[in-house]
């Protein structure tokens, strides 16, 4: 995981909520690397932390949660390496970094873009901002990043306002206006859940087009295999704030270690078998209510043994670039981070 | 082949647009427009397409929870006699509506929060008044097994229970008047991939027991393809294509179900293929293209599918095979199997 | 892809099974659990307090009272407070409290009476003191009071009027006026915006487009001229429970606007909520889902409403009042004691004429801190997810 070339290194990061419940671990010594030009996946289910990832990344996370711990290291093109999880969340080197080195897609582009800004102005805004150009040089900037997104005639659509756009297309503006400051790295949180699945490879399509002609580094991070297939390099796969497997994504379906990971792949239906699927039982716990230091996963896990509910298991190598956390590869080596 | 169960003939369901101070329809939009089909005895009819299709209009007008514009929609009940729902009297339809109910995609806000699981269960069974509480707790007590709940459930409230569980009490809720058809509108969408399965595995285990008849409403193709025995394309309030599942993604007839089969993402990664996605994006429903609805974004459309519009017809050779196209016997499409192969 | 592989199993038998999720926390419903969050809320907590002790007070003034808020005292003319202390003029601690008499002269540039201290009488104060007669709910009579002076001396805590009376005793006894009539008041706002609310909601097409019309008018009608027209028709002639009816029924007649907006809302989300259309589909009726699903639905957001529509009647009751519009004199309302407080030069002499005022704005103020805590408890969707 130590990688020389890692562009984005999270290390043993911790984000925790304090709520009125109770202490929720949302992140929870979760450790992950990004590499120049590289799409890293993140896959999991609802509650288990991947958009708290995305928010820490970013320095975004709000009261009541928080970064407690670890390093979030950004390694610019010029050598020099920044902790983001330091730096103040409103602080001018924070907000420099983001737009300019680090942007991020959302899942819901209405409610990430203005309402009372017409798209051109919003994505203007952002480049006078970090590139200190003028109106006139940032306008330009605009309708230029919203061709080259794929928005038809971009110099009439640029005075309209979001709600003029249609769902795909406010998409596209979103990723006109991550990317119009050339961002290192684009973290894309469920960028196409919204979407109908035609408009989802559309804009499944443009990502990787931009990735290439831009050499962006992308975390996508999704709940859908099918995207994860698609897009990703390597795969984290996170389960209740942990990240429980690693590995080449080519591994993750094809040699799955985690018994959780692979009950993933058997959940999901595919076109053409219509034999019985093999869901995993039980439901995603409840962060508030699991108890310290063990394996979240052993109530649901059909290779649950003794030890799963009295200790957390490592982060075991279990093949080259893979690792996987989990009691059945006891006496692997173990991956210190 | 089994006989009929449900056919819907011309349905129509038209939404005014209204505006200024008097609210004067200023349009319509199209949501149903001049929807046929038939369901059998026994059998899972899916329905997939994009948001705005109109599938879940469809079904509710089906369930006459909003009066169709126009169309007649027949059901055979148990004796075999054909009912018109939608002329039935208000009393015809309560006793009607035994036998069939639905399951909604939320499961938040399909089960009333201030009620108790026990409530919302034997409420259909109060509200026919069969059984008295005693019995009905009984009953409560047996669906809530059949779900693969616990009989203890019943005293606890929904925000108690995970997606999935809720997801279970409202199929419980369905079943409680032994109901011929269920309609699933987008019954798994909102759950986690992992108990995305456990509630289509008890879809079918319930299918198996009771005998039960769907209507799988879903967007995601995988999903209807793997729980249907055939499947009905909608695109913008029309039916484009209705075949087999297995004939409609080993050979689709219709270009809209190609593009579907092309988009979907595959999970496995050494089946990345190149594909050229479906440009554009659906029309506005209140204006729709004249000619074939979908020849904004058919790469197959020619001048006859801008004019006039194709009717919904059974292949030649191919019974049970009806498309929606001008080109459907020109054309040779796609399908899984060689976007499989392909790659 | 391929979904038939297990993976490696070791020595070890994978027989452990743990079940979390069944350890279910004890069954509570939407009640319960919305009591449980408005605990919470601190200010809220605080603001019902207060609003119960206030309550108690207007139910039993008399007995709260050190005297009849109607007896007039020729010789204690705008008497300032005197309140009660512990340590006397030398420093020596008493351990029971006790208020100092007041010597009164005229000044002879101004010719206003001004009070001095007088150190000579010393009046303790007890607990449960006989004293003047009174009627608790116009029904029980006692002369019991809560406290007052042990020798039965007058005992001004807060001051008097230009009459001489205690404004303490006024000031309590006007708590049952000025704090009920909102509750009346909002009572009948209650049911006139339910039953148009719930009309205009549930027929919709033009009834519904009329009646928003007409609330959208009434809500923009300035209060306060309002009002002072319609209690301009209120006869002089009528007894302090007529006029208190009428200025009540006045203050509801623009209130209610606020009511039936919510209830209307309420229902038309409700009614496209799944639930309610699977009672629908199982073959209910409309006053099934009225009376099962939609009216225990929106209570809570109509209790909100409500709690906060209150505060708003009091001040109504008050602005009125103290314009003398409202109710009049010899009825004792917060409004009806802050009239004396109409020119600067009674506030900058007699400061202690605006306490009624106080009373005033903590009322409010609880009333609103309660109406915030109801409206975050009420939503059954907040806080307990995560």
């Known amino acids: 995981m130590k990688e020389v070339d890692d562009i984005l290194q999270v290390r043993n990061l911790r984000t925790y909520f304090r709520t009125d419940n109770g202490l929720v671990r949302a992140v929870d010594r979760i450790s992950l690397g990004v590499r120049r030009g590289e799409t890293v996946g993140i896959v999991g289910e609802s509650g288990c932390g991947k958009s708290v990832t995305a928010l820490s990344i970013m320095n975004l996370v709000r009261p009541p949660g928080r970064i407690v711990a670890g390093q979030i290291l950004y390694r610019s093109g010029d050598g020099s390496t920044t902790d983001i999880a330091k730096l103040h969340p409103n602080g001018r080197q924070m907000r420099s970094l983001r737009g300019n080195n680090i942007a991020m897609i959302f899942q819901e582009p209405m409610t990430a873009l203005t309402p009372v800004y017409s798209i051109g102005d919003q994505i203007a805004e952002g480049v006078m901002l970090h590139k200190k150009l003028t109106r006139r040089q940032a306008r330009e900037r605009a309708i230029e990043i919203l061709g080259k997104v794929g928005i038809p005639s971009p110099e009439k659509r640029i005075d309209d306002y979001p709600h003029q756009f249609s769902g795909g297309m406010r998409q596209r503006a979103m990723i006109a206006m991550a990317l119009s400051c050339e961002p290192e790295v684009v973290i894309a949180d469920e960028p196409t859940t919204a979407l109908d699945v035609t408009i989802e490879a559309q804009i499944l399509r443009l990502m990787k087009e931009m990735q290439s002609q831009l050499d962006l580094s992308i975390i996508m991070i999704t709940h859908d295999l099918g995207v994860i297939a698609e897009m990703a390099d390597r795969v984290n796969v996170m389960y209740t704030g942990k990240i429980v497997e690693h590995a080449q994504t080519d591994d993750i379906f094809y040699n799955p270690k985690h018994p959780y990971t692979l009950g993933l792949l058997q959940s999901i239906p595919t076109i053409g078998d219509k034999r019985r699927l093999t869901p995993i039982r039980g439901a995603v716990p409840n962060l508030l209510t699991l108890p310290e230091d063990v394996c979240y996963f052993a109530p649901r896990c059909p290779y649950a043994m003794e030890i799963c509910a009295q200790a957390e298991p490592p982060m075991y190598q279990v093949g080259t670039a893979h690792q996987c956390k989990c009691w059945l590869y006891e006496g692997n080596e173990v991956v210190a981070v | ?343 | ?386």
């Open chain 2, 1 to 343: 082949m089994t006989s009929k169960l449900l056919e819907i003939c011309g349905l129509k369901k038209y939404f005014p647009i209204r505006r200024g101070l008097l609210r004067r329809p200023a349009g319509y939009i199209r949501a149903v427009d001049d929807v046929s089909f038939f369901v059998r005895q026994g059998e899972t009819l899916g329905v997939v397409g994009e948001s705005g299709c109109g599938k879940t209009t469809m079904a509710r007008c089906v369930l006459r929870l909003i009066e169709p514009t126009e169309g007649s929609i027949s059901y055979w009940n148990r004796a075999g006699e054909q009912i018109i729902l939608n002329r039935l009297n208000r009393q015809e339809l309560k006793e009607t509506r035994r036998d069939i109910q639905i399951v909604f995609q939320d499961p938040f806000s399909s089960l009333d929060p201030r009620m108790s699981v026990f409530d919302i269960i034997s409420e259909p069974l109060r509200l026919h008044r069969i059984g008295d509480h005693r019995a009905q707790a009984e009953r409560v007590a047996e669906l809530l097994e059949l779900v693969g709940l616990k009989a203890y459930h019943m005293d606890l409230y929904p925000h108690e229970f995970s997606g999935g569980q809720r997801q279970r009490i409202g199929i419980a809720r369905a079943l409680a008047l032994n109901p011929r058809l269920v309609v699933c509108d987008e019954p798994v969408s909102a759950l986690d991939v992992s108990v995305q399965a456990q509630v289509i595995n008890l879809l079918r285990d319930l299918q198996e027991q009771m005998g039960l008849t769907y209507m799988f409403i879903a967007h995601d193709l995988s999903v209807v393809e793997h729980i249907s025995d055939r499947v009905m394309v909608m695109y913008l309030g029309k039916v484009v294509e209705i075949a087999s599942s297995e004939a409609l993604y080993l050979t689709p007839k219709h270009p809209y179900t190609e593009a579907l089969l092309m988009a979907v993402p595959i999970p496995d990664p050494r089946r990345k293929v190149k594909r050229l996605p479906l440009e554009g994006a659906v029309p506005d429903p209140s204006n729709p293209p004249g000619g074939c609805s979908f020849h904004t974004r058919c790469p197959y459309s020619t001048k006859v599918c801008r004019t006039s519009e194709p009717v919904l017809m059974e292949l030649e050779g191919e019974p049970d095979r009806f498309v929606a196209c001008h080109h459907a016997s020109e054309i040779t499409l796609t399908g899984w199997a060689e976007r499989l192969s392909r790659g």
């Open chain 3, 1 to 386: 892809m391929n979904t038939d592989q297990s993976l490696p199993t070791t020595q070890t038998k994978h027989s452990l099974t743990i079940d979390w999720e069944d350890v279910k926390p004890k069954s509570s419903s939407q009640g319960q659990l919305m009591f449980r969050r408005f605990r919470k809320h601190k200010l809220a907590v605080a603001g019902l307090v207060v609003l119960c002790l206030f309550y108690a007070v207007a139910v039993f003034n008399g007995f709260v009272a050190t005297s009849d808020p109607a007896k007039r005292n020729s010789s204690y003319v705008y008497a300032p407070p005197t309140l009660p202390r512990f340590i006397d003029h030398e420093g020596n601690f008493h351990f029971r409290p006790f208020v100092y008499g007041l010597k009164s002269r005229i000044d002879p540039d101004t010719w206003e009476r001004v009070y001095e201290i007088d150190h000579e009488k010393r009046h303790s104060l007890s607990l449960f003191v006989r004293g003047d007669k009174y009627r608790i709910l116009g029904v029980f009579e006692s002369d019991l009071h809560l406290f007052g002076t042990a020798d039965g001396a007058p005992l001004f805590l807060l001051g008097t009027d230009s009459l001489g009376r205690d404004m303490y005793s006024r000031i309590v006894a006007g708590t049952s006026i000025s704090l009920t009539i909102g509750l009346i008041g909002v009572f009948l706002s209650l049911v006139l915006g339910l039953l148009i609310g719930g009309l205009s909601g549930l027929v919709g097409g033009t009834t519904d487009l009329v009646i928003q019309r007409i609330i959208e008018i009434l809500a923009s009608i300035p209060q306060i001229p309002f009002w002072m027209a319609l209690s301009a028709t209120v006869p002089a002639s009528w007894s302090p429970v007529q006029t208190y009816f009428a200025i009540t029924i006045v203050l509801s007649l623009l209130s209610w606007t606020r009511v039936a907006r919510v209830v209307r809302g309420k229902f038309l989300a409700l009614r496209e909520a799944d639930f309610v259309m699977a009672a629908y589909a199982m073959g209910a009726g409309n006053w099934w889902v009225i009376i099962r699903h939609l009216i225990p639905n929106f209570l809570s957001y109509v209790l909100v409403t409500v709690t906060l529509t209150i505060p708003g009647m009091i001040l109504g009751e008050t602005s009125l009042s103290f314009l003398g519009i409202g109710l009049k004199p010899p009825a004792i309302s917060w409004g009806i004691l802050l009239q004396q407080a109409q020119n600067m030069r009674t506030i900058a002499l007699r400061p202690w004429l605006l306490l009624p005022g106080v009373f005033v704005v903590i009322a409010v103020l609880a009333f609103n801190f309660v109406g915030d805590g109801l409206r975050d408890a009420a939503d059954p969707y907040t806080s307990n997810r995560f």
